[in-house]
C-alpha cells in the first residue's frame, strides 16, 4: 500500500524523504511502480507552484522541476532542446514526463539527460543555493536528494548542438540509444567537445574517445572518422530487450558519424 | 487506510469522490465515479487505451495519481456526444470503420479530440503524431488517420 504525503513546498517535502520513500514528479515511471506494487511506502508531492517556472537569465536559462517535455517545446529559449524533448515518448508522456524526473529515469530513458550532460547543465537541489554538474547527480542518484531546477547555458551557436534519437519504432520507440554533441568552436577549431550517450551504460555517459578526437580539430571526415572510432571507447552499454550490448557497441559510432556528419552541413 | 476527497470537474460536470492512497486516475474514474470510457490496457504508459485530458491536455490516466486532479478539469471520451447528437469524430469513427473491437476507442477519440481543437487542420504527419502514444491492435491506423482527417477536412469546407 502506498500512502501519499503533501507538501507545501519542495523544502518540506525535502525534509520529508527518506529510504522508503519516493518523490513524485510528473510520474511516468513513480506510478508504474505503483500500479505494479513495487513502489515505496511513501509517495511525497509538492502542490505548491513555482516548481514549473522557466526563467532566461543572461545566457543560461533555469528550467524548475515541474517543467515538462511539451513547456519544454512550448518555449522559444528552448529551442536548442526541440529535438530532444520532441522524440521523448509519445504527445501523452510528454504533457507528463518532467526534466528533472528523466535525470532520475532508469536505462534505456534519460534522452533528455543525455542532452543536459552534453551541454554542461548545472542542477541546483531543494533548498541549496549553488549548482553542482549534472554528471555529479547522475554518478550517484540514490543520494542526490531533490531537484529544484536545473540551469542550461544555452549554446552561443545553436547549430554547435546536435542531437539523435535511435530507436526502432518511430515515432515513440524508446532507444537503443541516444547521442547528444556540443561543439563549440573557435576560429573553426573544436573547443570544449562534449559528447554523451544515453543508453550506452546505466545512467547517460560522456564518450571521452569523441571528444578526445574531437578536441582542437576542424569538424570534417577525417574528425568525424576518427570519433565514430574512438566512440565507445571504455563504455559497457548493458544488453536488454530492445537491443544487446555488442549490438550498440557496433553501431554507437555509426550513429554518431551520422549525427556529426549532419552537423557539419549545417 | 485514509481516503482522500477529490473534488473536481468531469466533462463539466462537479464531482466529488473518494480516493484510496495510490489509486491511479483510471481506476478512479471507472470505479469511483463510474466512468467506463477510459480503458485499461497495461498500467504502464504504453497503449494510450486509458487517455484522457487534465485542463485540456492528454495523459494517461493509469500514470496520474487520481488525488492531483483536485479542482481540475478531466476529459473523457464520455463527453464527447451531447445527448444522442455524436461528436463529428465519433460518426466519421463510424463511416471509415475506425472502430473495430473497439477497446483503443475511447482513447484515440480523446487524443484526436485534443489536437483537432488545438489544431483545426492537421496534416497527416500531425495525426499520425497526435495518435502515436495510441496503440490499435485491430485497424492498422490508416481507418483511424482517414477519419480524423476528414473531419479535418469537413471542417476546412465548413
Ligand atoms: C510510454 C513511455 C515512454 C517513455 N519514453 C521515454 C523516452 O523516449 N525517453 C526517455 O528519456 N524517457 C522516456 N520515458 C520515461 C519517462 O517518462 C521520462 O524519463 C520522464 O522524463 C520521467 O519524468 P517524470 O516526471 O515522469 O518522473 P517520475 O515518474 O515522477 O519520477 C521518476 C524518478 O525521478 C525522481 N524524481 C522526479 N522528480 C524529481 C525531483 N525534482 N528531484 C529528485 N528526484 C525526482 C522520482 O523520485 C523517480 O525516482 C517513457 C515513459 C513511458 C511511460
Ligand atoms: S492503460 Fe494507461 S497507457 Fe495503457
Ligand atoms: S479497434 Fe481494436 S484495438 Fe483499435
Redesign the interface.
Same mark, same amino acid.
Given at each position: 500500500?502506498?500512502?501519499?504525503e503533501?507538501y507545501p513546498t519542495l523544502d518540506q517535502a525535502a525534509r520529508a524523504m527518506g529510504g522508503d520513500a519516493a518523490f513524485?514528479g510528473g510520474?511516468?515511471l513513480v506510478?508504474?511502480a505503483? /500500479?505494479?506494487g513495487v513502489?515505496p511506502a511513501r509517495?511525497i508531492?509538492v502542490t505548491g507552484p513555482g516548481l514549473s517556472e522557466l526563467r532566461v537569465s543572461g545566457d543560461s536559462v533555469r528550467i524548475g522541476a515541474g517543467v515538462t517535455m511539451?513547456d519544454v517545446l512550448a518555449s522559444r529559449d528552448l529551442e536548442f532542446l526541440h529535438p530532444v524533448a520532441r522524440v521523448i515518448?509519445?504527445?501523452?508522456?510528454r /504533457?507528463?514526463a518532467t526534466v528533472a524526473g528523466n535525470l532520475f529515469a532508469a536505462h534505456p530513458f534519460g534522452d533528455f539527460a543525455a542532452a543536459l550532460l552534453a551541454l554542461d547543465a548545472r542542477v541546483i537541489g531543494a533548498g541549496q543555493g549553488g549548482a553542482r554538474p549534472v554528471a555529479d547527480v547522475l554518478r550517484d542518484r540514490a543520494r542526490a536528494g531533490l531537484v529544484a531546477a536545473i540551469e542550461v547555458p544555452r549554446p552561443r551557436d545553436p547549430k554547435a548542438f546536435g542531437f539523435l534519437k535511435v530507436s526502432r519504432v518511430k515515432?515513440?520507440g524508446v532507444s537503443i540509444l541516444s547521442i547528444a554533441a556540443y561543439l563549440p568552436r573557435e576560429g573553426g577549431r573544436i573547443r570544449g567537445a562534449r559528447v554523451a550517450f544515453g543508453a550506452m551504460g546505466p545512467v547517460p555517459l560522456r564518450s571521452s574517445g569523441a571528444e578526445r578526437a574531437l578536441e582542437g580539430q576542424s569538424l570534417g571526415a577525417a574528425a568525424i572518422d576518427s570519433a565514430a572510432s574512438a566512440a565507445t571507447e571504455g563504455l559497457d552499454p548493458p544488453t536488454d530487450e530492445i537491443a544487446s550490448a555488442w549490438y550498440r557497441k557496433e553501431v554507437a559510432g555509426v550513429h554518431l558519424k551520422r549525427l556529426l556528419t549532419d552537423m557539419e552541413r549545417r | 487506510m485514509a481516503k482522500t476527497p477529490v473534488t473536481f470537474t468531469l466533462n463539466g460536470q462537479s464531482k466529488s469522490a473518494f480516493a484510496d492512497p495510490g489509486q491511479n486516475l483510471l481506476d478512479f474514474l471507472r470505479r469511483g465515479v463510474g466512468d467506463l470510457t477510459p480503458k485499461f490496457g497495461c498500467g504502464q504508459g504504453t497503449c494510450g487505451a486509458c487517455t484522457v485530458t487534465i485542463d485540456g491536455e492528454t495523459r494517461l490516466s493509469c500514470l496520474v495519481l487520481a488525488e492531483t486532479v483536485y479542482g481540475r478539469e478531466v476529459g473523457t471520451a464520455a463527453g464527447l456526444a451531447d445527448g444522442a447528437a455524436l461528436d463529428p469524430l465519433q460518426t466519421v469513427f463510424m463511416e471509415h470503420f475506425a472502430a473495430q473491437c473497439g477497446y483503443c476507442t475511447p482513447g484515440m477519440l480523446v487524443s484526436a479530440r485534443a489536437l483537432l481543437d488545438r489544431n483545426p487542420r492537421p496534416s497527416r504527419e500531425e495525426v499520425i503524431e497526435a495518435i502515436s502514444g495510441n496503440l490499435c491492435r485491430c485497424t492498422g491506423y490508416e481507418p483511424i488517420i482517414t477519419a480524423i482527417l476528414a473531419v479535418a477536412e469537413g471542417r476546412a469546407r465548413a
Open positions: 500500500m502506498t500512502v501519499v503533501t513524485l510520474g511516468t506510478m508504474r505503483v /500500479n505494479e513502489a509517495l508531492r511539451a515518448g509519445g504527445p501523452q508522456v /504533457n507528463m515515432p515513440r | -
